[in-house]
């Protein structure tokens, strides 16, 4: 039931399947959670309209909500970690109240802490976060383990009545960094003129 190292066997890769996700879909909105996530989505092509965090472990999936609620007409897409669902299980249940039909939440399952050194998460164990996600309300919950599940999943993933939970299997690796930019501010800056428009990306009030 606790295999720490079953991870090192899984098919899949994270770098591939966030490129192969987000290739081409330039009007996506996309969160990218802490660590991993926005390192992979980073690497698959840096641009304005993807909003990677450097902080906010567990928040990840509320701000996509967030979004996904302000702006109903746009498709939303989280992409985090594990680290990051298991310790804003909560949020599945609000998400799931609220219901936003243009959100879905990707969970890269590495089962691993990445940022503090690759210790096996409770993914390893029996944790499953789609049977939560489920139970929590989301009528379509699932987890993909190779490339199959995955190829018939993504238009779902992409185009398919949110909210929407998968969690990918993918292997416990650690590829080269590659970092967005540091300053919170400059994302959140950017993010918001290239949604909104030109003089929309600073708030002169704050």
Not at 38 to 52: K, M
Not at 121 to 150: I, K, N, S
Request: aromatic share 6%; with cysteine; proline share 7%.
């Amino acid at each position: 039931m606790w295999d720490p190292s079953r991870a090192d066997r899984y098919p899949l890769r994270r770098r591939e399947i966030v490129e192969h996700l987000i290739k081409d879909m330039d009007d996506l909105l996309i969160v990218a959670g802490l660590g991993a996530p926005a390192w992979d989505t980073t690497a698959a092509g840096d641009r304005d309209l993807i909003y990677p965090l450097w902080g906010a472990m567990g928040g990840t999936a509320m701000i996509g909500l967030g979004l996904a609620l302000a702006q109903p007409n746009r498709r939303v897409l989280v992409i985090t970690g594990d680290g990051d669902m298991l310790m804003g299980l909560g949020s599945l249940a609000t998400i799931a109240l609220q219901g936003p039909a243009n959100l879905s939440i990707v969970v890269l399952d590495n089962e691993r802490y990445g940022e503090t050194g690759m210790q096996a998460t409770h993914t390893a164990g029996p944790a499953d976060l789609a049977a939560v996600a489920h139970a929590c309300g989301f009528e379509q919950a699932a987890t993909l383990y190779d490339e199959e599940e995955f190829d018939r999943a993504t238009p779902t993933i992409l185009e398919g009545e949110g909210p929407l939970f998968f969690a990918i299997k993918v292997r416990a690796e650690e590829p080269p960094l590659v970092l967005p930019p540091r300053d919170g501010a400059h994302l959140k800056d950017r993010f918001r003129m290239a949604l909104l428009g030109p003089g929309q990306g600073v708030n002169p009030a704050v």
